[in-house]
């Protein structure tokens, strides 16, 4: 019978080998890895230099604003090495200047923030301020990680947009792809449980509750029997909808018109015109 360190050695070096072989086979596909607890603190660094008296990092104390900007540059650029080469190691980018352009649009993705901090503040009478709301709405947070995230989608970096809007899940219970095509003064109220697909567009002033799900009907599969992908899969919210709690939205051709409002549990997977108004009945 092996003794107690015989037997710990034994899980010690089958995990070894495991991991010399996980070692081998990602490096015949892929050259790098990037850091996700690089992203996160990307992250927390984007969302304190945008909304410094909100956000701040232990780390970054006593540190000048051209300091962090100059460290968040520094960690952007090679997290964005990092992730075109993960994908494709023999891929010729110049990730200066996608690292550039990425800090260059926050002042925009700042402005988008503080459109959804009115909408958020207007649509919820429970809010007593604006700064309640970025300091504390798990909601604003999603959204907020959401947008930072979405830079990153359009510019063909999905490993640190998903890496992003997966910590928001984590954090908040909301899951945004970071694929998802959202206009301004967008409210999500209590936020819990909501998902949006990665080929849902929404327009502008659009409300969505908890547990609001647009997502894909079953996958169109291909002559052997995979899922397709890239193609639209989710649906298409116009400006000034409602959507409340628990409503179910699904497929690349359902299209919600301007205006409307769905209720509570509704299950819908057809279009519905401008300004209509759809309830769950029971019956």
Same mark, same amino acid.
């Given at each position: ?18 991991? @010399?072989?996980? *070692?081998?086979? &990602? ?12 992203? +996160? =603190?990307? #992250? ?89 709301? @970025?300091?504390? *709405?798990?909601? &604003? ?12 989608? +359009? =510019?063909? #970096? ?126």
């Amino acid at each position: 019978m092996l003794s107690h360190d015989e037997r710990l050695s034994s899980v010690i070096s089958s995990l070894e080998r495991t991991r @010399i072989s996980e *070692y081998d086979y &990602f490096n015949k596909h892929k050259v790098a890895v990037p850091s996700r607890n690089e992203i +996160i =603190r990307i #992250i927390k660094t984007m969302q304190s230099v945008m909304f410094p008296d909100y956000f701040r990092i232990k780390e970054n104390k006593g540190m000048s604003n051209t300091e962090i900007m100059n460290a968040l540059f520094l960690s952007l650029k090679m997290q964005i090495s990092a992730a075109y080469a993960f994908f494709d190691e023999d891929s010729v980018v110049d990730t200066e200047q996608v690292a550039y352009s990425v800090v260059e649009t926050l002042p925009v993705i700042k402005e988008k923030l503080m459109k959804d901090v009115i909408a958020i503040y207007e649509g919820d009478p429970a809010a007593r301020s604006p700064e309640e709301i @970025i300091l504390s *709405y798990p909601g &604003f947070y999603a959204i907020s990680i959401y947008r930072m995230a979405h830079e990153f989608y +359009i =510019r063909n #970096i999905p490993y640190i947009a998903r890496i992003m809007t997966e910590y928001a899940h984590e954090k908040t219970g909301v899951d945004i792809h970071a694929g998802a095509t959202i206009g301004e003064y967008f409210c999500i109220d209590h936020g819990t449980g909501i998902v949006i697909g990665e080929t849902t567009t929404i327009g502008d002033r659009v409300k969505i509750y908890q547990g609001v799900t647009l997502g894909a009907k079953s996958f169109e599969l291909d002559k052997d029997g995979n899922p397709i992908k890239g193609i639209k899969r989710h649906p298409d919210i116009g400006n000034g909808c409602v959507i409340y709690a628990n409503a179910t939205i699904l497929g690349g051709n359902t299209k919600i018109g301007d205006g409307s409002v769905i209720g509570g549990n509704v299950w819908l997977t057809h279009s519905v015109p401008a300004g209509e108004k759809v309830y769950y009945n029971a019956k």
